[in-house]
């Protein structure tokens, strides 16, 4: 199986940046998609950004212009740079790996962090 682990959370002032790592271990024979969600207290989990295996790239509306995603493919490992943050942005970040099946017998799954803390404090 495929295990992921995050790191770069912490505390930060508003208006600062922050840059969250996550790399994949494992039984990686290949990834498709990789990319993070948040969940903000009181609020659903929702998504963030996204990176393709191709290098396609999508973001929350909101997150548009602070936040930017990348992967490192020799590495397994997919990265979040988040900028100009906000209080808003404060929340237990996620990522998650799309592993895709490699037999018939296999099927399409998420592989997912244990989260990782983002504090943004005024």
């Known amino acids: 199986q495929v295990q992921l682990v995050e790191s770069g959370g912490g505390l930060v002032q508003a208006g600062g940046s922050l840059r969250l790592s996550c790399v994949a271990s494992?039984?990686?024979?290949?990834?498709?998609?990789m990319g993070w969600y948040r969940q903000r207290p009181g609020k659903q989990r929702e998504l963030v950004a996204t990176v393709s295996k191709g290098g396609t790239t999508n973001y929350a509306d909101s997150l548009k212009g602070r936040f930017t995603i990348s992967r490192d493919h020799d590495k397994n490992a997919v990265s979040l740079e988040m900028n100009s943050l906000k209080p808003e942005d404060t929340g237990v970040y996620y990522c998650?790996?799309?592993?895709?099946?490699?037999?018939?017998?296999?099927?399409?799954?998420?592989?997912w962090g244990q989260g990782t803390q983002v504090t943004v404090s005024s």
């Open positions: 998650y790996a799309e592993i895709p099946p490699v037999s018939a017998i296999g099927g399409l799954y998420n592989a």
């Open positions: 494992g039984n990686i024979f290949s990834i498709n998609a």
